[in-house]
């Protein structure tokens, strides 16, 4: 059976759900391109405000990519494209140039390529039953990168852990909160409703100084510290003339809510593949 993504928006907070419980919310290629047309579309709504990223049912969060597929052969012919090119390259907001902010709410076991997800995302937060592996090499597969991804954000010793002890030893909640690799654990019925609780603080801020501060931040990863300052000094330029620049003081001063401007995406590169 095929999985699916589903997608629902309230309260300018979307919820994109990874859907294929018969294997344990792993992705296959349809969910991979749905999932790069709908970062595509958020990055142009200005409706949306904050996106979390969760799995259906209790069990799994994702496991990566469908391992039925594999043994079928049917992702072979993806082993040789071009990076970006690749579907497991097409799904997370970071990999599509999406700037909106993305909360991923780890709800169960999260496995492989599911990690893609945590290694891009901008605020984590997990159930108390959900745990952390990988299981590449025990599978004859190469572990790269998710774990490339990974090693920017936690301690390298923690990342060959999960490609060396694979399914064996698995890191828990609370280790995985330790090491940084998620920012909150909490009861696992708690889990959505906390994921909302910080969108909905993340939905009073201006839409343009946050994707423009995500942008700015993501993008200087991909240099070293001063070329990186460079990269995130483009955006405060740009900014500069944003209304929202001045909107934010003056509300301050005259007590009301800021009335905040849309935020257009155009001239920022996001939402492209």
């Known amino acids: 059976m095929a999985g699916s993504i589903r997608y629902e928006c309230s309260e300018q907070i979307a919820t994109i759900t990874l859907d294929n419980p ?7 290629y349809p969910m991979t391109q749905e999932l ?4 595509s579309e958020i990055a142009r709504d200005p409706e949306v405000r904050c996106v979390i990223v969760t799995g259906a049912g209790d069990r ?3 496991t990566g990519w469908d391992i039925s597929s594999t043994a079928s052969g049917e992702s072979q012919k993806f082993a ?3 990076r970006r090119e690749a579907p497991y390259s097409q799904i997370t907001a970071v990999q599509n140039r999406c700037w909106t902010p993305v909360i991923t709410a780890v709800n169960g076991q999260c496995n492989g390529g599911g990690l ?3 290694a891009d995302t901008d605020m984590a937060i997990a159930s108390e039953s959900a745990t952390f592996l990988d299981t590449h090499c025990q599978n004859g597969l190469a572990a790269t990168l998710e774990m490339a991804g990974l090693a ?3 301690p390298l010793d923690a990342v ?7 399914s064996v030893e698995r890191m828990s909640a609370a280790e995985a909160h330790r090491i940084g690799l998620v920012g909150e654990v909490v009861p696992h019925e708690r889990l959505m409703d906390r994921a909302r609780e910080l969108a909905a603080i993340v939905c009073r801020w201006s839409p343009t100084a946050l994707a423009r501060s995500k942008q700015a931040i993501w993008e200087s990863l991909d240099h070293g510290l001063e070329p990186g300052l460079d990269v995130a000094y483009r955006q405060l330029e ?4 944003h209304p929202d620049q001045t909107e934010g003081p003056t509300a301050f001063f005259e007590k009301r809510e800021p009335r905040w401007a849309p935020y257009a995406a155009e001239g920022t590169g996001q939402g492209e593949p």
């Open 152 to 154: 920017r954000r936690i």
């Open 116 to 118: 893609h997800f945590l």
């Open 238 to 241: 740009i900014h500069a003339d």
């Open 160 to 166: 060959f852990r999960l490609i060396y002890l694979g």
């Open 22 to 28: 018969d294997a344990r919310n792993a992705f296959d």
């Open 60 to 62: 799994a969060f994702c």
């Open 36 to 39: 790069r047309r709908l970062w």
């Open 80 to 82: 040789k494209v071009a």
